[in-house]
């Protein structure tokens, strides 16, 4: 079997795919990985073969400025939780529907993108075609093969949500939207490569969904879970993490996507560190140099690092404090670390959300963070074992989930199903 990833050019949304990648090409099956140049080393540094298509895009800056509704909310202090009843409004679900294609789908899936990669799927005839859920050049690329595809969720399915939500208002009409924003843009690309669209392109013949039970989101769609397999990238151990910690460790972290270029994920980090100077742990903060002049001086209890891997350092660590990003809360619930999350954006709110409601953190939005709210929630999660506890449970029950190895064969059944030969 044939099977090509597709992913737009930024590590945090593409590293989650590498494991499943990693097993599928151990199970026998050829694999190839498509994005833009800027991913090339990424994607080969994993040990797969590297499609590079398209041309490189300034990412982050793919919405810079754009506002959402008439109140000028930016679009990176979205909240796409669910729980809020405005989230699921004709009004909310219109204005996302008509700000995205234009200001973020079209810029990471460029036309050029778009028609290397149909031109590669076209010659190299993949049989299943997996895809990062904001890469719909992976399901266009499909289509044009008449391979089989499947998205690959790096977090709960928000944005399907949002999709079910709007199609809804959108057949109700009075009041709601009158036009799919969407599916015109990919309407117009799929014509341009003689082909057609219908919701497929949006969502997969189905999805491979790696959040564990108790944050996933079931939408009724075809849906095969499977267990997240931490991979942060080409790493180096160092010698301080290969000696247990003399004290308790917390890792404080931003995350992958800061670091290129998404300032709006750090906040304020002017005097955060100096709540945390007495007390009686060991701090890892992850830092580049720019994040690192901006935190001015720190505590001697705390260790600022450019980059570690946080397969490697969460093993050892009794909390972490982090923006809410996928991959990082992925990685602490794979390891049983109680979480104190202050998320800004789009589904990190709803991960942040449901971590506390579990049991297994605390969370304060980025807005509210202060020193003494990072060093009181930090107390609270090494103190009260109950987190402790709860952050077992949710390893436990990701745990439970299949393995990128143990779903093989069901991709493998699924594609069959799936082919369309006539394409």
């Known amino acids: 079997m044939r099977v090509l990833f597709t992913s737009f050019a930024l590590d945090a949304h593409y590293l989650g795919s590498v494991p499943l990648a990693w ?14 140049p800027a991913l090339t080393r990424t994607i080969t540094a994993a040990g797969l073969t590297a499609v590079p298509v398209g041309d490189d895009r300034e990412m982050g800056g793919a919405m810079s400025g754009v506002e959402v509704d008439d109140a000028g909310t930016p679009w990176n202090a979205v ?6 009843p405005e989230v699921h409004s004709a009004e909310f679900v219109g204005a996302l529907h008509d700000m995205l294609p234009k200001a973020f789908f079209a810029h990471v899936n460029g036309d050029a993108m778009i028609d290397d990669l149909v031109r590669f799927a076209r010659y190299w005839r993949p049989d299943l075609v997996i895809w990062e859920p904001f890469t719909f050049a992976g399901a266009i690329a499909a289509r044009a093969a008449g391979a089989a595809h499947a998205r690959l969720l790096w977090g709960a399915d928000l944005f399907l949500d949002q999709r079910v939500a709007f199609l809804g208002h959108l057949a109700a009409r009075p009041g709601g939207p009158h036009r799919d924003p969407l599916a015109d843009w990919l309407g117009e690309v799929l014509d341009r490569h003689d082909l057609t669209f219908d919701e497929t392109v949006v969502r997969g013949h189905w999805t491979i969904d790696q959040m564990p039970v108790s944050i996933r989101l079931p939408l009724g769609e075809p849906t095969v879970p499977m267990r997240y397999v931490p991979y942060n990238g080409t ?7 290969r000696r247990p910690p003399e004290r308790p460790r917390v890792c404080v972290t931003v995350g992958l996507t800061a670091r290129d270029g998404a300032d709006y994920l750090v906040g304020s980090l002017a005097g955060l560190f100096d709540a945390l ?5 060991e701090v890892v903060a992850t830092l580049n140099a720019e994040q690192r002049e901006r935190a001015a001086t720190l505590p001697d209890n705390v260790r600022a690092v450019d980059f570690v891997p946080l397969h490697a350092l969460l093993p050892t660590c009794s909390a972490i404090a982090h923006h809410g990003g996928a991959g990082t809360w992925s990685t602490a619930a794979a390891y049983g670390v109680p979480q104190f999350v202050f998320p800004s954006v789009w589904d990190n709110f709803y991960r942040a959300r449901r971590t506390a409601e579990i ?3 605390l969370m304060v939005p980025q807005d509210a963070l202060t020193p003494a709210a990072l060093r009181g929630g930090l107390e609270r999660l090494l103190a009260e074992e109950r987190f402790a506890d709860g952050a077992e449970r949710l390893q436990a029950e990701m745990a439970s989930d299949p393995s990128p190895a143990d779903v093989v064969p069901t991709l493998e059944k ?8 006539d394409a």
């Open 414 to 421: 699924l594609t069959a199903r799936h082919q369309e030969f």
């Open 79 to 84: 909240d796409l939780d669910p729980a809020r």
């Open 359 to 361: 049991g297994a953190g």
């Open 235 to 241: 790493s180096v151990l160092p010698g301080w993490l």
């Open 23 to 36: 097993a599928l090409r151990a199970a026998g099956h050829e694999v190839r990985v498509a994005s833009q």
């Open 277 to 281: 100077g007495d007390l009686d742990v």
